[in-house]
């Protein structure tokens, strides 16, 4: 059956120190990712779960080993990272950010074109309608001045208008208050369900483990395992 | 007293010098606020624009061919700059000092000595009077002006914005970071050197000295304007370059008028820059100093 | 939205207004009252340089003479662009006649006006630098001084003093206008005596030194450049100099006190004192101040160090 999107094979990450002990983050680690999976990474801090995802991304190369893309390119790859400044441009309007989204991969010549045009403002109102928490009414403002939960709403609209088939989404829910973070989940999996896409999330909120995970991964001593029991393992 | 401050601020030769500085100002704006690259290639670009204008007028070609050679100079001395950090990984700051370095012999090479007077020449500004040099200036500045809002007003120059901020977000679309940031300084390179062609033909003459503590009053202009106008877009940007470097002119004037002593001039803006500096802090109430790109300096 | 920040321009304003405030009071006390002056003269100096300040205090002194001249002073502190707003004012001011002392400020001064009179001082190459069209008729509205140093007797010194010499060391700036003009002569004038010229580019002082050092064995003496910067640096020449006992010649009056054998030269004062008396011929003539002959450089006069030419066993040249 041919349903790998891409294969990590025998991957080890060793961080060289200079005047500490070099640290082993991953040993030989072989892991297929599936398509149309949600993959859950647990494990301590520190454990490498960043590092497998920026692995996967291709901004970190493996000390050994290497990443097969099998029915993916890196470029359909989408990266949320922890921090919401790293996400987006905080100076910037609401709508430049997205243009700066919906520009991604696009021909050199179409980047000299005027960006404030009507079709994609509209456009940009359309797809942050959706989140319901009134982004769409403050396109003009600067992205510095919205409420940590707009601005990560807007991380995951920018990250989505770019059609990916797999996302990385490190704790990408711990600056949500409990109020909006089941929105933003449900537009995660509505996409999911549209895209047939795969997402590995990093967390280390329980109860959003439990009602999204298809498929739980826990790192432990440089290497994973697919947790079967997800309460009994988290309680731990 | 009065009197004379009112004739001196109305006087067209210092709208024209502002004008003219604020091209050059914008320019190592560009570098600074939307790159985040301290540019220190300005006071090298802005001599080598008077030194192709010496090479150009001086064999009795049109001062309009200086012009246009000039920004085609100033975008390879641009190019040169980013390419040396872009490329040869050295760091931003040194990369703009090895360029000023270079420019220093390159220009008295091409400019044949240090200094070359266009009298009796034909310049842009032969026979004219003040208020025709004023609208001179005021035309080239316009053109300039609405050509770099046009360029930032376009996707290219959103990812140029965007590229100072947050590199990481270019790479991530899918955008060579280094071919904006080579495109991006060649763009100010070019304004700043199209800036030293006039001002030296302004002038009447180009001299490799013309250049000496521009950074730094291309800075105070820039805090100035930021802290009358806090800019948020670019067409605010644009105006708060412009009245910035009017503003410095005109405080440089009331200087001469009052004749302070010349070795205090340097304590003087340096003491001003660090004033200004304090009270950006003091007026955005410690956060948001820079509304308009990164802030470097 | 992008409103202006009414708080902010009120702070500036108000910093912008006691600055001013204090600058005018400053300055008020600073400008000395002259009764119904019948001639307002601008006088406007690059920079601040041993050279160029002896020329305008001797300047000052001659002028002090005549109390129906009023003065303005300033100084652009070496920046081109202050220059020309010091040439503007004085354009607004109404002045009768600006003296530009330095070859930028001159420069600027007849770019600013062709009909006020601009009386040059201090300029190496009046006519290589456009100031003037040539020395007998200056043409438009300028005339000067020129305080060239006497070349051609400076480098026949070294053959009257030094007979046996035969490559002569030499540090120049290449990026300043009065050191290239004065080498266009030495040049010329060194080839007459066979005598070969070893030149070190410097650019600024704190290079003298090791250029200084790059000559030795290389040279038998040593002839002193009309650079600046040069000039800002001689002692730590005359250092390395003495250390290899190369000797050093020529220079200007002062240069000999400091080290130099022996030079042909002329008191700064004199050019200072040229200045005012072809300041005054402008400020009276009905001509343009162009028909008025570029005037200068004063006559020269050995001068000698007797210190040094014990050193070097030398004696006084016939």
């Given amino acids: 059956m041919n349903n790998t999107m891409l294969t990590l094979s025998n991957i080890s990450m060793i961080f060289k120190q200079s005047d500490v002990e070099d640290k082993t983050v991953l040993t030989n680690l072989n892991l297929d990712i599936l398509n149309d999976k949600w993959y859950y990474l647990i494990g301590e801090n520190g454990s490498g779960k960043s590092t497998i995802l920026k692995v996967i991304v291709n901004e970190l190369a493996p000390t050994v080993g290497s990443v097969v893309y099998k029915q993916i390119q890196v470029k359909d790859i989408c990266f949320i990272e922890q921090e919401i400044s790293k996400n987006l441009v905080l100076s910037m309007t609401v709508f430049e950010n997205m243009i700066i989204a919906l520009s991604a991969f696009s021909k050199f010549k179409n980047n000299l074109s005027f960006y404030h045009r009507k079709d994609s403002k509209e456009k940009c109102k359309e797809i942050l309608s959706e989140y319901e928490m009134g982004i769409e009414t403050q396109l003009n403002k600067q992205v510095k001045y919205l409420s940590s939960g707009q601005q990560q709403a807007l991380v995951i609209a920018t990250a989505l208008c770019k059609q990916p088939k797999l996302i990385l989404a490190d704790e990408f829910t711990s600056a949500l208050d409990y109020k909006v973070a089941p929105n933003v989940l449900k537009i995660m999996f509505n996409y999911k369900q549209q895209t047939h896409c795969s997402i590995i999330s990093i967390s280390h909120n329980k109860k959003e483990i439990i009602e999204s995970a298809e498929i739980v991964l826990n790192l432990r001593n440089g290497t994973v395992e697919i947790v079967t029991d997800v309460s009994g393992c988290l309680a731990r | 007293m009065l009197d004379a401050l009112g004739v001196l601020f109305l006087s067209p030769n210092i709208l024209s010098q502002g004008l003219i500085l604020s091209l050059a100002v914008l320019g190592f704006s560009i570098s600074l606020r939307l790159l985040a690259y301290a540019d220190l290639t300005l006071e090298g670009s802005f001599v080598l624009g008077g030194v192709i204008a010496s090479m150009i007028i001086t064999k009795g070609m049109s001062p309009y061919i200086a012009l246009s050679l000039s920004l085609v100079g100033g975008m390879l001395t641009g190019i040169f700059t980013a390419c040396l950090h872009c490329y040869a990984k050295i760091n931003k700051l040194l990369s703009g000092i090895i360029t000023l370095t270079i420019l220093y012999s390159v220009n008295l090479r091409l400019q044949n000595g240090s200094n070359s007077s266009f009298y009796n020449l034909t310049t842009a500004f032969s026979d004219l009077t003040d208020i025709g040099i004023l609208t001179k200036v005021v035309v080239f500045s316009l053109l300039a002006f609405s050509i770099i809002a046009t360029i930032l007003y376009t996707r290219y120059g959103l990812l140029l914005r965007a590229c100072g901020e947050n590199v990481k977000i270019i790479q991530r679309s899918g955008h060579n970071k280094n071919v904006l940031i080579v495109s991006g300084l060649a763009i100010s390179n070019a304004l700043i050197c199209f800036s030293g062609s006039l001002f030296s033909q302004y002038f009447g003459f180009s001299d490799v000295s013309l250049g000496n503590g521009l950074i730094i009053s291309s800075l105070t202009a820039l805090i100035i304007g930021e802290i009358i106008i806090r800019p948020r877009t670019v067409i605010t940007f644009i105006c708060a370059v412009v009245i910035g470097s009017l503003v410095t002119q005109f405080i440089y004037s009331i200087c001469l008028y009052v004749n302070l002593n010349p070795s205090d001039y340097k304590g003087i803006v340096g003491v001003v820059l660090i004033v200004l500096i304090i009270v950006r802090r003091y007026a955005s109430k410690g956060k948001d100093t820079v509304t308009f790109g990164s802030e470097v300096f | ?318």
């Fill in chain 3, 1 to 318: 939205m992008h409103r202006v920040n009414v708080k902010n321009v009120a702070l500036l304003s108000l910093l912008l207004l006691l600055t001013v405030i204090t600058l005018t009071v400053v300055g008020c006390n600073k400008q000395k009252k002259v009764t119904s002056p019948e001639f307002v003269v601008g006088i406007n100096q690059y920079v601040q340089h041993p050279i160029l300040d002896s020329v305008f205090v001797s300047l000052k002194n001659e002028l002090a003479k005549y109390p129906n001249i009023k003065l303005i002073e300033k100084n652009a502190a070496g920046n081109a662009l202050t220059c020309k707003q010091i040439n503007d004012q004085f354009v607004q001011q109404k002045v009768n006649a600006i003296v530009a002392l330095g070859t930028p400020a001159a420069q600027s001064a007849i770019e600013t006006t062709t009909v006020i009179p601009v009386v040059f001082g201090a300029i190496t190459d009046p006519v290589g630098s456009k100031l003037a069209d040539s020395i007998e008729l200056p043409g438009g509205n300028k005339t000067g001084t020129t305080n060239r140093w006497p070349f051609e007797k400076q480098v026949s010194l070294i053959k009257t003093m030094l007979p046996n010499a035969k490559n002569v060391g030499i540090l120049v700036n290449p990026a300043e206008a009065n050191c290239e003009a004065g080498m266009k002569i030495i040049r010329i004038e060194a080839a007459k005596y066979n005598l070969k010229l070893v030149e070190v580019n410097i650019s600024n002082s704190s290079e003298i030194s090791s250029a200084t050092e790059s000559l030795r064995k290389r040279v038998d003496v040593i002839l002193i450049s009309p650079s600046n910067v040069l000039f800002s640096g001689l002692d730590s020449m005359f250092k390395v100099a003495s250390k290899y006992n190369i000797p050093v010649l020529g220079g200007d009056v002062s240069s000999v006190d400091k080290g130099s054998i022996a030079t042909y030269g002329f008191n700064n004062n004199d050019v200072g004192k040229m200045t005012a008396e072809i300041l005054m011929k402008v400020l009276n003539s009905k001509e343009l101040a162009g028909t008025i002959p570029v005037m200068g450089p004063p006559p020269s006069k050995l001068y000698m160090n007797s210190d040094m030419m014990k050193k070097y066993n030398l004696t006084k040249p016939l």
